[in-house]
T-cell receptor, first 115, second 110 residues
């Protein structure tokens, strides 16, 4: 079956523009994670959903970042008034079980460049 | 706070040589540890996790709680092992936020 998909794969935004990044997890996966990966770094946790509930958003760097998963499947990460420091690869991962102890399946990522 | 340290940014070896990618962690409870791998132009994928105690593609990793380490080892490296390797930790119980190391790039020369 299909794995985790993300769109768009690449996004160039002008500073101050709003962007929306989409994640389609594997069907039936309960958990969904968003990560931010800066160049030369490992993935940094942003937020976690268990079904439609956002259980943890402690990693979101500012109130310009917002994520939702309204029906417990597709998720959207929105960044308002983008800044240059938001440039990174945004990864989505899903897992069958709850919490972080199950294997995570990653999407290909969205590379965001803010000019 | 939980932390994962991968001290080597780059590890370069010749085919057939032994490989050890280092990972040290800091966590007050019982950790769940993973190694993820990202081959060129592919997505991040799980290589192995400590509780399964498996050997995947010839790689093994042993959790050493005394040294708080989870080093990844392979006795004879192959060219196809060239990739980016990330060590990750997830806490047990209430703390589940996955923490990743910065990654080690392994290059295996022919």
């Amino acid at each position: 079956g299909a794995g985790v998909s993300q769109s768009p794969r690449y996004k160039v935004a002008k500073r101050g523009q709003d962007v929306a990044l989409r994640c389609d997890p594997i069907s039936g996966h309960v958990s969904l994670f968003w990560y931010q990966q800066a160049l030369g770094q490992g993935p940094e946790f942003l937020t976690y959903f268990q079904n439609e509930a956002q259980l943890d958003k402690s990693g979101l760097p500012s109130d310009r970042f917002f994520a939702e998963r309204p029906e417990g499947s597709v998720s959207t990460l929105k960044i308002q008034r983008t800044q240059q420091e938001d440039s990174a690869v945004y990864l989505c991962a899903s897992s069958l079980g709850g919490r972080g102890q199950s294997e995570q399946f990653f999407g290909p990522g969205t590379r965001l460049t803010v000019l | 706070a939980q932390r994962v340290t991968q001290p080597e940014k780059l590890l370069s070896v010749f085919k057939g040589a032994p490989v050890e990618l280092k990972c040290n962690y800091s966590y007050s409870g019982s950790p769940e540890l993973f190694w993820y791998v990202q081959y060129s132009r592919q997505r991040l994928q799980l290589l192995l996790r400590h509780i399964s105690r498996e050997s995947i593609k010839g790689f093994t990793a042993d959790l050493n709680k005394g040294e708080t380490s989870f080093h990844l080892k392979k006795p004879f490296a192959q060219e196809e092992d060239s990739a980016m390797y990330y060590c990750a930790l997830s806490g047990s119980g209430g703390s589940y936020i996955p923490t990743f190391g910065r990654g080690t790039s392994l290059i295996v020369h022919p």
